[in-house]
Antibody
């Protein structure tokens, strides 16, 4: 089955880090970009960045530069997104999504989404 | 680039047609304009990419059109299963970035 399976909900404290996972199945892991998008309560969707599992190359949104890191494990076809220095503003649902761009050129639209991982940041 | 969707909520009876608008604060390359559907508790589902191309498996009741700063998603003959929130999304601007509209909620009477 073609799907992205995300890790479960996380509850964490301000200043801490969180690492979410997104496991791909049913398609060739190294052929597509994986993006991360979040949506805070009452807010719109916010693009965080992307990684290409083939070579691990990544690109991050300006708002998250220095605070986000995306990695992958090809043996488990899993992508990870770690966000550090958390504040209450990082409380959100985090989604991973596939971009099926070919030849290392993103399409910049997302044809497969995970169901989301809820991150709650509170003291 | 800021995307503004209207209306916020659309309430229609089965069989009616829905017209959802997505306006951009500056011109968007059509190749980089997409529409998604989100049902409660689910991730997003790609409906339209390249402003007008239907994603695989999407019924032809769903159609996309428009260019530059004005884009439209049309759903003909709405069905109860179309109950969802619909989002537009673009890539572009300077520096280039991905942005989403705020969404239109489609209610079925």
């Amino acid at each position: 089955q073609v799907q992205l399976v995300q890790s479960g909900a996380e509850v964490t404290k301000p200043g801490a880090s969180v690492k979410l996972s997104c496991r791909a199945s049913g398609f060739t892991f190294g052929n597509s970009y994986i993006h991360w998008v979040r949506r805070a309560p009452g807010q719109g969707f916010e693009w965080m960045g992307m990684i290409h599992p083939r070579d691990g190359s990544s690109k991050y949104a300006q708002n998250f530069q220095g605070r986000v890191r995306m990695t992958r494990d090809t043996s488990t076809t899993t992508v990870f997104m770690e966000l550090s220095s958390l504040t209450s503003q990082d409380t959100a649902m985090y989604y991973c999504a596939r971009d099926d761009g070919k030849w290392l050129v993103p399409n910049w639209f997302f044809d497969l989404w995970g169901r989301g991982s809820l991150v709650s940041v509170s003291s | 680039i800021v995307l503004t969707q209207s209306p916020d909520t659309l309430s229609l009876s089965p069989g009616e047609s829905a017209t959802l608008s997505c306006r951009a604060s500056q011109s968007v390359t059509s190749a980089y304009l997409a529409w998604y559907q989100q049902k409660v508790g689910q991730g997003l589902r790609l409906l339209i990419y390249g402003a007008s191309a239907r994603a695989p498996g999407i019924p032809d009741r769903f159609g996309g059109s428009g260019s530059a700063t004005n884009f439209t998603l049309t759903i003909s003959r709405v069905e109860p299963e179309d109950l969802a929130v619909y989002f537009c999304q673009q890539y572009g601007g300077s520096p280039p970035a991905v942005t989403f509209g705020g969404g239109t909620k489609l209610e079925i009477k």
